[in-house]
Each structure stands twice: as structure tokens, then as C-alpha cells.
């Protein structure tokens, strides 16, 4: 990290750079922090410029000049990442691609568009409104388009319409040699090659700057119906989310809130829910076909002993309980003044949630930590909440143990370390005990395609 | 290919191979041949051995004695291949995974399943039918699911179910290296690292031996209806088809004939449809939902001047319909006793669809050429089967040019040059044209995991 050849090869592409960008290439302290610390404990790294570009020729500019002077390459979006994908250990050039907010296609009759990079999904969805359409990826967070691409993002509608991985039709990307590629076509589906889609979708800027993103769409559906439905139990609701995907019910979301959560909620968001783990659920589809997935729904968590089960078919109904559950962090973290947060996910076989949850709740309390969870359920995915006072050593290492175990146990289950925050530079240790000998191979094709490894050096795959 | 030195290596490998697997080790001429050609008009070329392994360690046995010696390795399943995915043009060793086809796990909560490699998917269909699952991703023929997941597979369902890039949860696979690795764990998503699972989806035996599949299942529908339709034109097909999937109806297959099926279907399969452009239909629901979705399927075919609409909600009647379907290839072929079949796909936006069709049709007749389609329309991918008769080489040259003009042609609509059948032996000169620059990346990754070209050389981005 101290290397003087590489600081002074730095000067040289900035300075290159800045001939290419004028003042779009910023050197100014509280641009470099403002890009180099994400919104967690990872470790901030500011980067030595960031340059605000605006097209995918401007990107193959700023990479063939910093691939000439082997400077890192950082892409950056809206910095919305929980695990410090965007952070300049090697120092190196940022590229801020949130300029790049162009929506560039939508084809209707296609359910697809292409947009740029920095276009966000909210900025998306507005766009599409008026056409009847939508984008469902919904990480919570506005993030950018590119950055969630990149980040192989997903969110509460995944159980229904899938992940970035299956959404993103191609990408445009700048690779590390400065060269440009699209990596499909506009076709459903394809059997010509190998799928370069897939392996730049979740590569986090080590392969590739993302520069376009051509994504699947969808038409607003006829009817959307939540519900909240309280159950005896976590595994009370993980039995209910098995049995009714088991069905083939189409459930657009289904959501886990533990009792600390729903204590959370009913102060901060004014709403009185029963202090019971609980599901919060929508259903799209026709009138006639919501309506009938919601009543089946309700049927099987009368099984469980589940209810009373509260629906909401009106807007303005359906909007007060999902942001309740949107605004869980805030709703928790007022109950804790002054404490950080730390947060994290695992995802594993919906068969193995409960018992996941469950041990990690009993880890938790064990540890006297408030650690409150909330799980995309019907993926199997849960995310953890630990508060935390950073200046008590022992709680942060109390902390630190409890997270490794959650990590450990989701992996022995058959899971995986992250079902969607992702590697960064935050879970970079957890890579090998999870591939074990398929890490080698990543770390192959790492090599082959950026051999001086240029791009987002020290996250994900790249070492 | 008449490099000796490669000889006298294969020599030493096919010795040392025999030495593990004793009399699984073949060099019968027939057995050779067997496995050196496809259904199709691409060149055959027989392996120097086939190797009959019994699982994933016999696999790698066999890759790593081939590493050694520098010996091509072929993967080989049910040999359903149509684009010469299995031949050896440059001798080597077929290893035969048929007798691989053990079921090793089924979780039933968790909807997957893990199977060997040779398990075809009618084999895994019949196991799971008890337990009231199943996998829907059918291209047709009875496959290995391992050739499935090698080739990217897909068919009728995939417009609802997707091909087996969204199916396949991992796979485990020998290296060129001789390591064996898993490719993910079971969780429905993950983002940790890149998508080994989707490079190897698709990549055709160039990468890895797949040698086992972990796969996602469905709960088989409470109920299931089918239905004819036939329309005025290709185009209102198509229409119609636009506005279902736009309206987000669910539809489990939506299938073109063209009149030339029809035809061939009511001489062969004694069924009496009008003779006019068809779409076949099928709804997966509850029975609720299933008969709305119909329902609003009739009104859209009405609006085009679509009808008179066929329903078949009794299994007799479905599997009659279906059968018909089926059996295209054998109908259309009874009326031109004596030609030889041609047969490719491609795949584009949707939106393109009818132009490309009818385009095609036109080439056709203007060829005076015949050739009936069948389209997966739902997924903008069809199917042309060319008639001919291969001892007249103006026919043959007819043929060839209409191939290689409706490959172009779906590429410039934005498409691909093959929706499902691969690349194979058979279209790898269309790689280039429709990747561009991303086709040298390919061959980079290509590169880095096989840096001796052993795995199946001379196949999709292997040179």
C-alpha cells in the first residue's frame, strides 16, 4: 500500500485523466473520503482522484489510461454498499459513475430497457409507471442499476422474480485492457457461449466496469394484496413460507420480522402489532387470482395457529405497513441511542431457517447482544442487525464472534456466507470456506481477464 | 489432427485409463462411432476410447491421466446432441456418463435435488412424481440432466419456468486440472464470488466435466389446461403472445405451429385442426387460477381474430394435443419420405419475432424449400427443420445459404444464434459474429482454466 512507484505511476494517470476529464476529475479530500468509507464498520479507503464520467467511451478512457500506469480502478454508484466494495485500499481511481443516469431504451412490447449505470432502480420505476411496467429488484436502498449488477443485488420481491441474476438480459462493461463488450444479446435466452452476464453480475468491479445494464421488466400487476400475519413461533413461519411455496403459491413477497422487530415497529411506526414473530406478505396477480392466493395463505397459517391475519388491498394501507418493515433499521436503532450498527445476511435451504434463526437468536441472547432480524424468507435469505457501542472492546469482540458463528453455521447448512450484501472487502475471508477449491478458479479467471490486477484490487475474488 | 506425438500420447492415456477402469475402458470400433456422431448433418468424428466411469472420482481419474498425456476429453451423455457437441475431431478420450444416473438427494421442503450427472430428466420425473414435484425444463429429448446443464438446455416450459440457467442450483465438475469442484451450495441465492455455476451452464464440456447436478423442482399444479388456438396470421400469433406476457399471465407453454405442421399433424396424427398458423397452449395453476388465465387468454386470441379456440382440461385430451406437438419432427418428415433433416434454431426479442418468421418463410419459399417451424413464441426462440434431399448439392448449397442468412438475420434483430440446440462442433463461426470483442474474454477464460485445450477442443469458444 505504500509502494512510491506505484503513488507516482498514480500521479501520472491522474494526471492523464484530468487532461481527458478537466475538473470532472476531483482530487479534493471530501470527494476521496466521500468515496472510500461505505455505511458500516468496513474499513474506509479513499481513493487518490475520483473521476465523474458520463459515458461508457469516457469509462474506456480513464481505464486504458489507468491499465497503462497499472492504477487501481474503483467503479462507484450511489454508495449504498454494506460491505465496502467501493473502498481504495491500493489507492487508485474512483470512477463515480452516478452522472451516467441516462434511461436508454425501454421496449415494451420486449419487457425490457436498457439504461446506463448510474440510473436508479427508483428512478427506473418512475420512468416506467405511466407504461404500465415495472422493475422488481428491490434492495432497499435506491442504489444505482450498475452497482447492482455488479453487486448481484436482491431483496424482498426475489422469491417471485428472482435476482439480478436473473433480470439483467447483457451488460455493456469496460474490461481491464480498456476494451468494451456486450455480453448478450436482447434474445430471452441463448445457448452461444459461456455467460459472460452471469460471471460480470456479482464480480463487484473485479472483471469489469459495468457501464450499461439491459434488465427485464414486467407489467404492473392487476392486484397487489398484503397482509401481516403473527405466528406462535420463527419456525411456525418458516413451516408456513415452506408449505406455501411447496404449493406453487406465487408469492411476490414474503417477509420475516422477529419480536424485537415488532416491538420496534410498533413504537416507531405507530401501528400495533401482536409481539409475535411475524410475516409480513403481498401477493400479485389478477383480482380474482391475489385474492385467491391471499385467502390460501390464510388458510395455512390457521394450520400453524398462525393470526389474526390482517390484510391491506387499499394503497394507502398496503404503503403504512411496508414502511414499517422498510424502515426497520430506524425503527430499531431508536431503541438503542447512541449504539452503531453492524449488519450482515446468510442465506440457507429454507428447510434450515428456523433452526438458523433460532440459533442464532439463542447466540444472541447468550452474548446479551440486541440483535434484531429480519429474513426475505421464502429465499432462505435473514440479515442480523447487532448493536454495538464501538468503545466497549469487549462487546465488539462479543460482537465479531457471534457474526463468525452466524457465518460458519449458515455455511455448515448447506448456505452461503451472503445471500445478497455480498463480498466486498468485508466477507473477502469467508470466500475460501465457502468455495474451498472452486476459489482457485475464480481467482484463474481473475488472473487471465485483469493480469495486473487493476480493478477493485482487494475485493471479492481478487486478491 | 495427425499429430503423432498426440497419438502415441493417447496411446499411454487410453493404457493407463484401462488399468482403472478395466473393461469400461472401449476401443470397439462401434462403440467409437457410436459416440462420435450426432443426430445431425455435422461431421462425425469418433473418439480413440470411450470410457464408461461409474462416478465423480472415476471422472477424475480419467481427466487427470488425460492431463498428463495431453489427451482431448469429451464428455458424453445421452448423445441427443444436434450441434456435434460429443465428437472428437481430435481423437481423445468420450468419457460416457449413462451409467451415472443415480438420484442422490431429493429435499422435498427445500424444492431441489441432487443427481448424477447421466440422470435424464424423465428418469428424475418418474422418481419424483410420488411426491407430487417435478422439473420442468424439457428440450425435448429424453437428455442427461448433466448434458442439460453443459449445453443450457430449455424447451415448451421455459417461457414460465426458464431453461437450465435458472434451474441449476451447482454443479460439481472435474477441472482440466483433474481438481474436482462444487460450484455453490444450495442456497436459492448467493452473493459470494463469481457465478462458477453459470460458466459452466452452457460452456459445453470446455471448462469441467459436469458430473453431478444440483437442480431447483416445482410442486406439480393442482391443475393443468391446455388449448389450441389457431390465427390468421404468424403475426397475430405473435401478438397475442405479446400482450399475454405483458398482462404478466402466467402461461406455462405457449408453443407456434406453422400451417405446415398443421398439416403434417392432422395426415399424421390424425387430429383435424384448421389449417392455419396455431399457437399451443398450457395453463399451470390452481384450478381457480388456471381457468382465469385461459379464459383471459380467449379474449386476447378474440381481439386478433384468433379462434375457434380449443380447450382440453382432461389429461386424454392434453396428452393427445401434446403428442401431436411432439411428434413434429416424425409428421413432417412422413411427407417427404427420403430427405434428409436440417434442423437449427434461433432465438430474438420477442418483438421481432413475427418479422424473423416470416422472413424465414420467405427465404424458404423463395428457396423452394421445405421448411416448417415450431416456436417456443413465449420465448421469441423457434425452430426451422429443412427438408433435403443431401445428393443434390444445389439443394444442399439452397439450404446451407437459407441457414446462414437466418442466423444473421436474428442476430441483427438483436438476437441469438441459437435459443437452445448450443454451439457445438456445428456453429462456432457464428460466435464471433454475434459476440464481438466479448468472444476473446471467452477464449481468455478458456485460456487460464485449460491452458492445454484438452477439454473438449474444438467446441463453442475452445479453438
Not at 481491464?176 to 455480453?183: K, L, S
Not at 466496469?209 to 397482509?227: C, D, F, H, Q, R
Not at 429480519?374 to 462479543?398: I, K, L, S, T, Y
Not at 468485508?426 to 487471465?448: C, S
Amino acid at each position: 500500500m505504500d509502494n512510491p512507484s506505484l503513488k507516482n505511476s498514480t500521479t501520472h494517470a491522474v494526471a492523464e485523466i484530468r487532461e481527458a476529464l478537466g475538473d470532472r476529475l476531483s482530487t479534493a479530500q471530501a470527494v476521496r473520503d466521500q468515496h472510500g468509507k461505505d455505511q458500516t464498520w468496513n474499513p474506509g479507503a479513499p481513493p487518490d482522484a475520483v473521476a465523474f464520467v458520463h459515458n461508457t467511451d469516457e469509462v474506456q478512457k480513464v481505464v486504458a489510461i489507468c491499465a497503462k500506469y497499472g492504477t487501481p480502478v474503483i467503479p462507484y454508484g450511489t454508495g449504498t454498499s454494506l460491505e465496502g466494495h467501493f473502498t481504495a485500499p491500493f489507492g487508485g481511481v474512483s470512477i463515480d459513475l452516478s452522472a451516467m443516469n441516462n434511461i436508454l431504451e425501454v421496449n415494451a412490447a420486449d419487457l425490457d430497457a436498457r439504461v446506463q449505470a448510474g440510473v436508479t432502480r427508483k428512478q427506473l420505476n418512475s420512468h416506467l409507471r405511466d407504461q404500465g411496467l415495472f422493475f422488481p429488484v428491490d434492495p432497499g436502498a435506491d442504489a444505482s442499476l450498475g452497482g447492482m449488477a455488479a453487486t448481484r443485488a436482491s431483496g424482498t420481491n426475489a422469491v417471485r422474480y428472482g435476482t439480478m441474476r436473473e433480470n439483467v438480459l447483457n451488460v455493456t462493461a469496460v474490461m481491464a485492457n480498456g476494451e468494451i463488450i456486450r455480453t448478450g444479446s436482447r434474445a430471452k435466452k441463448s445457448s452461444a457461449g459461456y455467460d459472460l452476464t452471469r460471471l460480470l453480475v456479482g464480480s463487484e468491479g473485479t472483471l469489469g466496469v459495468i457501464t450499461e445494464v439491459a434488465l427485464k421488466l414486467y407489467g404492473i400487476p392487476e392486484s397487489i394484496v398484503s397482509a401481516v400475519c403473527p405466528f406462535p413461533s420463527v419456525e411456525a413461519c418458516c413451516n408456513a413460507t415452506i408449505t406455501a411455496i411447496q404449493m406453487g403459491l406465487p408469492i411476490a413477497r414474503i417477509e420475516l420480522v422477529d419480536e424485537e422487530h415488532v416491538k420496534a415497529f410498533n413504537a416507531y411506526s405507530k401501528i400495533d402489532l401482536q409481539v409475535k414473530p411475524t410475516l409480513f406478505l403481498e401477493f400479485h396477480g389478477t383480482t380474482a387470482s391475489a385474492q385467491e392466493q391471499a385467502e390460501t395463505f390464510a388458510a395455512i397459517a390457521e394450520d400453524l395457529d398462525g393470526g389474526p391475519y390482517r390484510w391491506a388491498t387499499k394503497e394507502e394501507d398496503r404503503q403504512k405497513l411496508w414502511q414499517a418493515r422498510h424502515d426497520a433499521f430506524w425503527a430499531t436503532k431508536s431503541l438503542v441511542p447512541g449504539k452503531d450498527a453492524f449488519a450482515t445476511d446468510v442465506c440457507v435451504p429454507i428447510s434450515r431457517l428456523a433452526e438458523c434463526v433460532t440459533e442464532t437468536q439463542a447466540d444472541l441472547a447468550a452474548n446479551n447482544l440486541y440483535g434484531p432480524i429480519v429474513g426475505h424468507v421464502g429465499d432462505g435469505n435473514f440479515h442480523v442487525v447487532m448493536f454495538c457501542d464501538r468503545a466497549d472492546p469487549a462487546e465488539v469482540r462479543r460482537v465479531k464472534e457471534v457474526y463468525g458463528r452466524m457465518i460458519d453455521r449458515a455455511i455448515a447448512m448447506g448456505g452461503t456466507c451472503t445471500g445478497e450484501h455480498g463480498i466486498g472487502s468485508g466477507k473477502v475471508a469467508y470466500l475460501e470456506k465457502e468455495h474451498g477449491p472452486a476459489l482457485a478458479f475464480m481467482r484463474d479467471i481473475k488472473r487471465a481477464l485483469d493480469p495486473r490486477n487493476i480493478m477493485n484490487p482487494g475485493k471479492n475474488a481478487a486478491i
